[in-house]
């Protein structure tokens, strides 16, 4: 048998999905059910601006979505997707993308979210949050007065562990 010369790269080749955890590729494809608010399995223009209103941004301009939209290489399927965060996740340190992923929520950069609105979601949406792991996580970390809670600080905690004096 002839040795095989360079194997062309398939645009979105299966090989992605060893870039992962099963547990996480099991995180991506709920993330991507619920962005996939049509359920055609595929992301659209019209699937992230819904996406967005469920997460109460209503106004998000189209030179926006269609900015996200053709980051992809064509029409956005779960490979296409997974491909796509295992290309920005490569290299990041865990805190900036768990960063990454508080700020949807905080579209002004604040540093902090309305306790209300992320207990909300993590009982809502996706692995469904019960009341008393909602309880466990504002134990150990309490909103602000204010009713807020810092994310910056809970990701530097989660990925760095807590500094003891």
């Known amino acids: 048998q002839a040795p095989k010369k360079a ?16 547990t996480q590729i099991q ?14 399995g595929f992301i659209d223009k019209a699937d992230l601006r819904d996406t967005f209103a469920a997460l109460g941004r209503l106004n998000v301009k189209n030179e926006e979505l269609e900015e996200m939209v053709k980051e992809a290489p064509g029409p956005i399927n779960f490979t296409v997707f997974l491909t796509m965060f295992g290309e920005k ?14 700020k949807i929520f905080d579209p002004e ?19 469904r949050f019960s009341q008393e792991e909602i309880k466990q996580m504002f134990a150990a970390f309490p909103p602000d007065v204010s009713g807020n809670l810092d994310y910056k600080n809970l990701c530097y905690v989660i990925t760095h562990g807590e500094e003891k004096d």
């Open 7 to 22: 194997k062309k790269k398939i645009e979105g080749g299966s090989n992605v999905f060893s870039m992962f955890e099963q």
């Open 27 to 40: 995180e991506f494809k709920e993330a991507f059910t619920i962005m996939d608010q049509n359920r055609d």
């Open 89 to 102: 996740l490569k290299g990041t340190d865990p805190e900036e993308t768990i960063l990454n992923a508080f």
């Open 109 to 127: 950069g604040k540093g902090r979210i309305k306790a209300d609105y992320i207990k909300e979601m993590l009982m809502t949406q996706a692995d």
